[in-house]
């Protein structure tokens, strides 16, 4: 049985079509990327998996289960987590605090929760950090941060939304490594939005291509890069026109 | 067992502030040998209530981040309760103070539910609201004596009396309400370190991802507003055996909504110390203008203009308090 199974799932805004009749499934172990040009609607996709907006029509499964009704925080208690794109707090958290958040999902002793979230940050390098405030620190830091802080709720599907964006090279190796990771050695089935094409093309397993909130393909990274339809999606159709596809 | 142990464990705090704080919670305990006033024993106590106000608001208000302005709604539920109580069925305080507490805890949870659907400054304002159309409401009911309010007899309950709390000296008073104050204070530190603390604060951060990490917002927002009800209620009962007299105007208005939030506000709202900083800095300063100004010059109102500058002041400078500015002083230090 697929981990998720999404059926037909539409999401309006008005009269705006965000997602569009899509369907796909997630197996267990899976590493699936999403991709596709701004504003296709892959954020929105993640948004209505995880509950934070409710679908317009099509159901939603998680492990068998019809989650579609589910409300955010019932979503991320039957095992789903996700990261956010942009880490909007003002707020007095330390790097440590954010991280045992997650973790009292599982337990009430702060004294487990502590224990855990300093494992979990020694897991992803960056224990160095766990007294500075989240707010503080740079936005790679904050990314690991994000990730950290949803795994430390022990998913057993993760929701990555953009943890590649802004940074540099250097830095978008070591995240690849963290999330390799989680996926290897963790066994996380682990679905990510990105838009740092070297990443998704190296580590994903299969790819989705969203566009206009439609899904226009689905497939290995290799026969992706090469299908007309994506590169039509991200160059435009006169590029198509003029060097003819792949 | 574990609450217990971190509810007395101060051990993440720097050792000056525990060597502050044993040494301020010694001179209170001893503070009633020394020769003093009635009138600085009476200013003492009222800190002492306005601590525990604050130390409640600071739950929902401070932790949560959530401005709640109708906090005296449930002074005024705690102190009819003890009041009614005693004097139409002879219910003594240590009996009646919970009953109240469990009417404001209904009373929150009904209010709660709605309230918690609003955000940011709507909440604010229904807080306000709420409480004083309660209040409006017990200025013409009469069961509880309208707006002449209610009056315990120290002919019909004459003290000392430990189990209606009636005494003739203060003293008796002020050492009850210590007792409250230290337990308050332990049953704080317990809530900032408990997994509805940690919850309360990733909620204040950002209520998306608190949802995302399997946080049931609204209910723990409206469990955290229930707390801070009960502690906010049990100094209401203590009030009405205190005062002896109480009426809607001096336990439900509005000034002692707004005091209660701008004490733990001024101290540091979301930290330990904060409400008891603000309670210590403000009251005597009321007392005192009152005593000095109000009643002298004849010029009244001069608390508010206070306040005003305060709030002026606070969210200019430091949204966190005293305490916020005593935290980034050390952070620099280091």
């Known amino acids: 049985m697929a981990l998720l199974e999404l059926q037909r799932v539409t999401k309006k805004f008005g009269g705006l079509m965000a997602n569009h009749d899509i369907s796909f499934s997630v197996e267990k172990g899976e590493l699936l990327g999403l991709i596709g040009p701004n504003g296709a609607g892959k954020t929105t996709l993640f948004n209505c998996i995880s509950g934070a907006y409710p679908v317009t029509s099509g159901r939603i499964f998680f492990d068998g289960e019809d989650i579609t009704d589910l409300k955010a925080h019932e979503v991320a208690r039957r095992g789903l987590a996700r990261t956010f794109q942009v880490y909007v707090a003002s707020g007095d958290l330390t790097v440590i605090e954010n991280v045992m958040v997650g973790c ?10 502590r224990s855990q979230a300093r494992d979990i940050l020694r897991d992803l390098n960056i224990e160095d950090l766990s007294e500075a405030l989240v707010h503080e620190l740079p936005v790679a830091s904050q990314k690991r941060v994000t990730m950290a802080t949803a795994i430390a709720s022990q998913p057993r599907l993760l929701l990555l939304d953009e943890v590649a964006a802004g940074l540099s090279h250097g830095e978008i190796e070591e995240i690849m490594g963290s999330i390799r990771h989680l996926h290897e050695d963790l066994d996380m089935t682990v679905m990510l939005i990105e838009h740092v094409m070297e990443l998704v093309m190296k580590l994903s397993h299969r790819v989705i291509v969203l566009d206009y909130g439609e899904k226009i393909a689905d497939g290995d990274p290799e026969t992706i890069s090469k299908d007309t339809r994506v590169i039509k999606a991200y160059l435009g159709e006169k590029y198509v026109r003029e060097h003819g596809a792949g | 067992m574990e609450a217990l142990k971190s509810a007395l464990d101060f051990s993440d705090f720097p ?40 130390m409640g608001w600071n739950t929902i208000g401070g932790y949560g981040g959530q401005v709640d302005l109708g906090k005296a709604q449930y002074v005024g539920i705690g102190a009819y309760t003890t009041a009614v109580m005693l004097i139409r069925w002879d219910i003594p305080f240590w009996f ?7 009417f404001s805890v209904l009373w929150s949870f009904v209010l709660g539910y709605p ?30 004596g309208a707006a002449r309010g209610l009056e315990i ?12 709390l009636i005494f003739r000296e203060d003293v008796y008073y002020y050492y009850v309400i210590l007792g409250f104050f230290f337990v308050g204070i332990f049953y ?8 509805l603390g940690f919850q309360l604060r990733a909620i204040k951060d950002n209520e998306v991802m608190a949802r995302s990490l399997g946080i049931n917002v609204h209910w723990a927002k409206i469990k955290t507003y229930a707390i801070a009800t009960a502690f906010v209620s049990m100094v209401g009962s203590f009030h009405t055996c205190y005062i002896r007299n109480i009426e809607p105007e ?15 506000m001024l101290g540091g709202a979301g930290s330990l110390w904060g409400p008891i900083i603000g309670a210590g800095i403000l009251i005597p300063l009321k007392s005192y203008l009152k005593e000095w100004l109000g009643a002298r010059a004849g010029i009244v109102g001069i608390d508010l203009i206070l306040y005003a500058m305060i709030i002026m002041a606070i969210s200019a400078l430091e949204p ?9 002083f050390r952070r620099r230090r280091r």
């Not at chain 2, 009646?96 to 469990?102: D, E, L, R, T």
């Not at chain 2, 940011?120 to 409401?137: M, W």
């Not at chain 2, 007899?153 to 189990?163: A, E, G, K, V, Y």
């Open chain 2, 250 to 264: 001096d336990t439900m208005s509005l000034d002692i909504s707004i005091l209660i939030a701008l004490m733990a």
């Open chain 1, 104 to 113: 009292f999902m599982h337990t009430r002793s702060r004294n487990r929760a």
């Open chain 2, 15 to 54: 050792r000056i502030d525990l060597l502050a704080a044993g040494s301020l919670a010694i001179l209170f305990l001893i503070f009633p040998l020394f020769p003093h006033s009635s009138f600085a024993m009476a200013t003492l106590i009222q800190f002492l209530m306005f601590s525990l106000y604050g």
């Open chain 2, 96 to 102: 009646s103070m919970p009953v109240g507490v469990c």
């Open chain 2, 188 to 195: 704080m530190n317990w809530f900032r370190k408990s997994r």
């Open chain 2, 153 to 164: 007899s120290p002919i019909r309950f004459p003290p000392p009396d430990f189990l209606r």
């Open chain 2, 115 to 144: 309230l918690f659907r609003l955000k940011g400054h709507y909440f604010a304002i229904a807080t306000i609201a709420t409480s004083l159309v309660l209040k409006d409401l017990f200025e013409v009911w009469d069961f509880v």
């Open chain 2, 320 to 328: 966190r308090g005293i305490w916020g500015i005593v935290q980034r």
